[in-house]
Every structure is written in C-alpha cells, then in structure tokens.
C-alpha cells in the first residue's frame, strides 16, 4: 500500500464492503460479453497565451512561452477504460451533468460495446451516476433497456485509488495536458490524439491488489468480530 492512498483512518464497514466488492470484480477474467469498464471525470481549465510563444528554431530547443495567461473557461472531461483490453475512449464536454454523462453511457453500451451482453462500469458514487441520470435524459422505454445491459458497481468514499480510470487520468494529465489548450475543440482533438496511440498500443493495467492483500495491509479498517 502507498501512504498517499485516501482511506478512511478508523475501521469502517462500509468502506471494506465497498472496496472488497470492486477488488472481486477486478479478479473477473476477461469476457468480452461482460466487459470490465472503468469511468472516471476531471475537470480540466482552458488556457490561452496572453502573448504568442516563441517557436522552435536553431538555438532554441524549446518552445518559450510567457508566465501570463488568459482563462477561457473549464470543460470536463470524461474517460472510460476497459483495463485488461487495453481500451480507453475519452472525451471533453463544457460540463457535468446527468444528462452529460447519461450520454456517455449511451454510447458507452450502443456503440463502444454494442455486442455486449451487460458491461460491468467501476465508478465513484457521484450523484449523477446511476440510472435515475438515464430517466433523465431518455424515454422511459430507452433508459430501463440500457440500465438493463449495466452492473454497476461504486468505489467506497474515501476509495478513489480503486478507480483504474485514476490511473488513465494521471497519465492523461502527464502526456496530453501537460500544456496550454485554448478550446474544447482543441483539447478533444488533443484527447482523441492521445487515446488512439494508446489504443493502438494496448495499453492495459495489471492492477496487482487483492482481497487478500487489503485483509493484511488495510486489516485495520476491519471490523473485529
């Protein structure tokens, strides 16, 4: 375990229930009838150069850029991984509603996994993450069958850590957002860029913690019988 994962500092029932169900799921082989999907969301801030930035050229092997800068608003951006496919689709919308994500889920199950029977989507338990977003943003008849094709299962408080698509976030952050992006259509075009080289690649997450690790390196968190 890191000391820098958030847990809880006393023992919580909730919290293992939680973790120890998403830690079984995690152990699942693959299926592609039953696909894995983890989701997570980040708010991201577009920023524009208050003065043009000096470019490459001979004697200059960076690109200079000024201290200043001008906002031009926040956008959020979601991203779903299938770990053990080594999948990942990402995408930047002006905000965070449940009708934002209910369409992301959409076409989460219509388009990205069509063929599947059911997808099995980790997430966090943020309020507009469940079906009732669904009723929100569809006719009845549309949001029970896609609620019908989820299993849904929630990372306890304080659990972020797991949540793999915190790992695809960080390394999102490290190699697409490391800089300045004016505009959504930009930061989309930098995300959708970004996701296909990895995609091509396969990059997967051998997520190694166990239920049994937690029962010996989180035993504190246990209640005792």
Same mark, same amino acid.
């Given at each position: 375990?890191? %000391? ?38 980040? +708010? ?12 490459? /050229? @001979? ?5 200079? %850029? ?19 496919? /080594? ?10 509603? #449940?009708?934002?994500?209910?369409? $992301?889920?959409? %076409? ?6 069509? &063929?599947? %029977? ?17 009723? @929100?943003?569809?006719?009845?008849? @549309?949001?029970? $069958? ?12 304080? /659990?972020?850590?797991? &949540? ?8 999102? /952050?490290? $190699? ?21 080289? #990895? ?8 997520? $190694? ?13 246990? +209640?005792?019988?």
């Amino acid at each position: 375990m890191k %000391e820098y994962y958030c847990i809880p500092p006393e023992k919580n029932a909730a919290f293992v229930a939680a973790m120890e169900d998403v830690l079984e799921v995690y152990k699942r082989p693959y299926d592609k009838a039953y696909p894995v999907i983890c989701m997570d969301e980040k +708010p991201y801030q577009l920023l524009d150069h208050k003065n043009d930035a000096i470019p490459l /050229g @001979e004697g200059n092997p960076v690109v200079r %850029e000024d201290y200043e800068y001008v906002r031009r608003g926040t956008a959020s951006i979601f991203v779903f991984t299938e770990p053990l496919k /080594g999948w990942r689709r990402a995408k930047a919308l002006e905000q965070r509603t #449940r009708i934002d994500w209910a369409m $992301q889920v959409r %076409e989460l199950l219509m388009i990205d996994y069509a &063929n599947a %029977e059911k997808v099995v989507l980790v997430m966090d338990n943020l309020n507009v993450h469940n079906a009732a977003s669904l009723y @929100e943003a569809f006719k009845p008849e @549309e949001a029970l $069958q896609l609620a019908k094709r989820l299993e849904i299962h929630y990372t306890p408080k304080h /659990g972020s850590w797991l &949540n793999i698509a915190e790992i695809e976030l960080s390394v999102m /952050g490290r $190699q697409c957002l490391a800089r300045r992006i004016a505009d959504l259509d930009s930061l989309n075009h930098e995300l959708k860029g970004w996701q296909d080289e #990895r995609n091509t690649g396969e990059k997967s997450v051998d997520w $190694q913690f166990t239920t049994d690790d937690a029962r010996v390196h989180l035993r504190r968190l246990y +209640p005792n019988i």
